[in-house]
C-alpha cells in the first residue's frame, strides 16, 4: 500500500454532492430552517418585544392605567433623578441582590463541594437543599417573616432557648430589616445554584483529585486549588443570574416586608409596583423599568463575556 | 452519533392536531373565562364583585339569595378579590372589555378617579332615584360620592367604624387598670400609665399591625379632629380638589400635633414590640390569645373577637390630642360599588345595585349576615342583632358624633397609599414629623392639579 493510498482511505469520504454555501439546493434547506424557528420567534417577539416595546413607549408618556396615554416626552425619566425615592430604591436594591447573591453562592458552593466530596446519603441531600427552591415564594417569605417575629416566632424561639434572647426585630428596624430578607432569598435560591454547581464539580475529572491526593493536598487545598479555578465559568454564569434574579425580584420583598418599615426594603421591582399600581403612575413605573432592565441587561452581558472568555481560556 | 430523524406514525400526527386544536380552544375560552355571566333558558347570569373577608362574602352570599328568590330570571355569579387587588389592578379589569356586571370600587383609591375621568363607569342615576339614596346617605356621604360632573357613579355599601381600641378587661383587672368612662381615654398620659401597667404583668400595650399598610394612619384619622378646628378638618378632607379653597396646610400645628401625638405613642412604648414587622391578622391573634391588654382594629372585627374572647372584651377611643376635644367614633362608607361601561348586562346590574341598597337587604344581609353597618339612615331595630360592643359605639355615635377619617375621604394618592409609608418612616425612626408634613403638603400640591 503506497503512502499516497493510506492518506487517501484515512480521509474522510467525501460526500459526493454537497451543495455550497448560497447554492439554490442549500436554500430549500434555509428555508426550512427558518420556518421551523419562526413559531419560537413569534412567541418571542409577542412575549418579550412586545411587552419591551410598549413599556418603552408607556415610559414617556402620563398614563393612568386607564385610557389613552398622554405623551411626555423624556419628563418620567427626568422627574427620576430629581426625587431621590429611586436612588434610595437603587440602592437598597443592589444591596439585597449583593446579600441574597453572594449568600447563595457561596453557600450552594459549600454545599456542593461536600456533596461531591462522597458524605454518605448524597442523593438525600441532594434532595434536601433542593426543596427549598420549588417552595412558593409567597408561602416563604409569609412562614420567614412570622419566624422573625420577637418572642413568638421561630428564629426567636430558637434563639431563646439558646440563651440568645427571643426578643430580636430585625424586621421592624429599618436598619436590619433587608438581612432576613436577603436570608430567606438565599434559603429559597440555594436550591437551584446547588444544583448547577454540582453539575460543574461532578465533571472535574477524579483522576486530577488522586494526583493531589498523592502530592499530599488536603481536601481544603484540593478544593481552592482544583475545584474552584474549575467551576469558575458555572460560578460565573450562577452569580450572574443569581444577581439578575435576586434584583429584579419582587416577591420575597413583598411578601416579608412590604418594602417596609416606611421604605427600608423597597427595592426597584416594589417602588415599580407602588407607583404603577397604588399611585397609577404608569409612565414613571415604566420609566424606572426601562432603566432598571437596562443596568441588569449590561450586568447580564458582562457577566456572560466574562463566563465565556474564561472558558474559552480554559 | 447522529440520529436519523424519526418520522412520526400517523396517529401520534392525529393525536398532536388534536392537542394542538383543544390547546388553542382552551386558550381562545380564557378570553372570556374571567366573567362567567351569560343568558341561558330565559335566565341570565350576571357576576357581581365582592371583596374578600368572612363579614363581606356572608354580606354577599346572603344579598344574592335573596336577590335570586325575587328575580327568578336572574342569576347572579359572585367573584371574590382581596382588599389589595380591589385597591391596585382591579381598575384595569374593570375597565376591560369583558368586565364583571358589578364591580368593587373604593371610593379613597386612584382607582376611582381613574375609572371617573375615563368613562367607565356607568352613571347610577336610576338606582339613586330609585332608592332615594341622596337622602338616605345624608349630605356628607351623598356629597362625597358624588363625581366632579355632578353624577353618581358608585353606591355606597356598608360603612364601619374604625380605630377602635379594643381592650381584655380580665388583662386590665390584673394589671389594676381603671376602665376610663365613656369610653374615652382622656389623655396620652392615661394611656402611657395603662400600658405601663400592662407591661408590668408581662403583657403589651396597644396591639397595631404596623405592615398592613393602613392600621398605623387609621389612628391619625381619630386623632386629627381632636387636633384641629371642624373648618380645619373640613378642609383637609376636601381640599385635594382645585376648586376648594386650601385654607388648612398640613404643616399647620392642626395636622402636625396629631402626628407629633403618634409620634410619642411610639417614643413611649405603647405598640407591641415588633410592630411594624406585624400584619393586623398577627396582632389580633395575639390579642385573642391574651398576650396583648388593647388592639387597633374595627366594628367588624367585634364578632370575632367574641367568638374567642367570649364576654371579656371591650372598647374605647384614642385620648384626644387637644385636652378639651372629645374623641368621636371614626367612620368609613368608601367601599362602592359600580357598574362597568363595558358590562354585558347593565340593565340586571342595575336592578342588582338597586335591591343591594333597598331597606330589606340592608337589614338582611349587610347588617344581620355580615354584621357591617348600613350606609343609610335606618331604624335603630336594624340593629338589634348586632354585637353589643357595636351596639354601644352605635349609641356613642349617636351621642357624640362620627367622624369620616381623612384617609377614608381623600384620595389615596394623598391619603392612605402616601401617607402610610411616611408613618412607618417615622416609626422607624427615619422621618420626623416636620419632613412627613411638609411631603404632605407638597404632595396636595400635586394631587390639587390633577383634580
Redesign the interface.
Known amino acids: 500500500m503506497s503512502t499516497a493510498q493510506t492518506t487517501n482511505s484515512l480521509a474522510p469520504p467525501r460526500t459526493p454532492a454537497e451543495p455550497k454555501r448560497g447554492t439554490p439546493r442549500r436554500r430549500p434547506r434555509r428555508l426550512g430552517t427558518a420556518l421551523a424557528l419562526a413559531p419560537a420567534g413569534l412567541l418571542i417577539l409577542a412575549f418579550a418585544g412586545y411587552p419591551l416595546i410598549e413599556s418603552g413607549y408607556l415610559s414617556l408618556t402620563r398614563w393612568g392605567g386607564i385610557g389613552s396615554p398622554t405623551w411626555t416626552g423624556f419628563s418620567n425619566y427626568s422627574g427620576l433623578f430629581t426625587d431621590g425615592t429611586v436612588a434610595h430604591a437603587a440602592l437598597v436594591t443592589v444591596e439585597f441582590a449583593v446579600l441574597a447573591t453572594v449568600g447563595i453562592v457561596v453557600l450552594a458552593t459549600a454545599l456542593a463541594a461536600t456533596v461531591s466530596a462522597g458524605v454518605k446519603g448524597r442523593a438525600f441531600y441532594r434532595v434536601i437543599w433542593f426543596l427549598p427552591g420549588i417552595a412558593p415564594v409567597t408561602a416563604v417569605g409569609i412562614f420567614w417573616s412570622q419566624a422573625a417575629v420577637p418572642q413568638q416566632g421561630a428564629v426567636n424561639v430558637v434563639l431563646g432557648w439558646l440563651g440568645l434572647g427571643d426578643e430580636h426585630e430585625w424586621l421592624a428596624q429599618s436598619s436590619t430589616a433587608i438581612y432576613p430578607t436577603a436570608a430567606a432569598a438565599v434559603w429559597a435560591g440555594v436550591g437551584f445554584a446547588f444544583i448547577l454547581i454540582l453539575g460543574a464539580t461532578e465533571q472535574i475529572d477524579v483522576s486530577i483529585y488522586e494526583a493531589a491526593k498523592i502530592d499530599g493536598a488536603s481536601r481544603l487545598r484540593q478544593f481552592f486549588a482544583i475545584t474552584l479555578p474549575l467551576i469558575r465559568p458555572v460560578l460565573a454564569i450562577t452569580t450572574m443570574l443569581e444577581f439578575v434574579w435576586a434584583a429584579n425580584g419582587f416577591t420575597m420583598v413583598w411578601a416579608m416586608t412590604g418594602g417596609g418599615p416606611g421604605t427600608a426594603t423597597q427595592t426597584l421591582p416594589v417602588l415599580i409596583y407602588v407607583k404603577a399600581f397604588q399611585f397609577t403612575d404608569f409612565g414613571s413605573a415604566s420609566a424606572m423599568a426601562v432603566l432598571s432592565g437596562a443596568v441588569l441587561l449590561v450586568l447580564g452581558l458582562i457577566g456572560l463575556r466574562l463566563s465565556n472568555g474564561r472558558e474559552t481560556s480554559r | 452519533m447522529r440520529h436519523e430523524p424519526r418520522t412520526l406514525p400517523r396517529r401520534r400526527v392525529s393525536a398532536v392536531i388534536a392537542g394542538a386544536a383543544l390547546t388553542v380552544g382552551t386558550l381562545a375560552g380564557c378570553g372570556n373565562s374571567g366573567n362567567l355571566a351569560g343568558s341561558s333558558g330565559g335566565v341570565t347570569t350576571i357576576t357581581v364583585q365582592q371583596q374578600a373577608g368572612d363579614a363581606n362574602v356572608a354580606t354577599i352570599q346572603s344579598a344574592v339569595k335573596l336577590f335570586e328568590a325575587a328575580n327568578p330570571d336572574i342569576k347572579v355569579n359572585i367573584q371574590i378579590i382581596t382588599v389589595d387587588t380591589k385597591?391596585?389592578?382591579n381598575?384595569?379589569v374593570l375597565?376591560s372589555a369583558n368586565p364583571p356586571d358589578v364591580g368593587v370600587v373604593p371610593t379613597n383609591s386612584?382607582?376611582y378617579s381613574?375609572?371617573v375621568?375615563?368613562h367607565?363607569l356607568l352613571s347610577l342615576q336610576s338606582v339613586w332615584s330609585a332608592e332615594d339614596l341622596k337622602s338616605r346617605y345624608g349630605s356628607a356621604l351623598a356629597s362625597a360620592l358624588t363625581a366632579p360632573d355632578g353624577n353618581n357613579y358608585v353606591v355606597s355599601v356598608d360603612s364601619v367604624y374604625y380605630s377602635i381600641a379594643y381592650y381584655n378587661p380580665k388583662l386590665f383587672q390584673q394589671a389594676g387598670i381603671s376602665v376610663p368612662a365613656d369610653h374615652r381615654i382622656t389623655s396620652a398620659n392615661q394611656l402611657y400609665s395603662m400600658v405601663g401597667a400592662l407591661k408590668k404583668i408581662g403583657k403589651q400595650g396597644l396591639g397595631l399591625g404596623?405592615?398592613s399598610?393602613y392600621a398605623a394612619s387609621w389612628m391619625l384619622d381619630a386623632l386629627l379632629p381632636t387636633s384641629a378646628s371642624t373648618a380645619q378638618v373640613n378642609n383637609y378632607l376636601t381640599s385635594w380638589q382645585s376648586a376648594v379653597p386650601e385654607t388648612a396646610k398640613y404643616t399647620d400645628p392642626a395636622f402636625t400635633n396629631a402626628v407629633q401625638q403618634l409620634s410619642d405613642f411610639n417614643a413611649h412604648g405603647v405598640y407591641q414590640?415588633?410592630?411594624?414587622?406585624?400584619d393586623t391578622p398577627?396582632v389580633e391573634a395575639?390579642f385573642e390569645s391574651g398576650?396583648l391588654g388593647m388592639t387597633i382594629d374595627g366594628s367588624w372585627e367585634a364578632a370575632s373577637f367574641r367568638k374567642v374572647m367570649g364576654d371579656n372584651l371591650g372598647w374605647l377611643l384614642l385620648p384626644p390630642v387637644n385636652a378639651t376635644a372629645k374623641t368621636q367614633i371614626t367612620a368609613f362608607a368608601g367601599d362602592g360599588m359600580g357598574i362597568p361601561a363595558n358590562a354585558k348586562h347593565p340593565a340586571q346590574a342595575e336592578k342588582f345595585l338597586e335591591f343591594y341598597m333597598s331597606e330589606q337587604n340592608m337589614a338582611a344581609s349587610v347588617i344581620k349576615a355580615g354584621g357591617n353597618l348600613a350606609p343609610v339612615f335606618m331604624p335603630s331595630s336594624a340593629y338589634s342583632g348586632l354585637d353589643p360592643l357595636v351596639q354601644q359605639m352605635l349609641a356613642d355615635g349617636k351621642a357624640n358624633g362620627v367622624q369620616s377619617g381623612w384617609t377614608s375621604t381623600v384620595p389615596?394618592?394623598l391619603g392612605q397609599?402616601?401617607f402610610d409609608?411616611?408613618i412607618?418612616?417615622?416609626?422607624?425612626?427615619?422621618?420626623s414629623v416636620a419632613g412627613i408634613s411638609a411631603k404632605l403638603q407638597a404632595q396636595l400640591a400635586t394631587t390639587r392639579a390633577g383634580n
Open positions: 385597591n391596585t389592578t381598575a384595569n375597565s386612584p382607582s381613574q375609572l375621568k375615563n367607565k404596623g405592615k399598610g414590640d415588633g410592630f411594624l414587622a406585624a398577627a395575639a398576650d389615596g394618592t397609599s402616601f409609608p411616611l412607618q418612616s417615622m416609626y422607624a425612626g427615619q422621618a
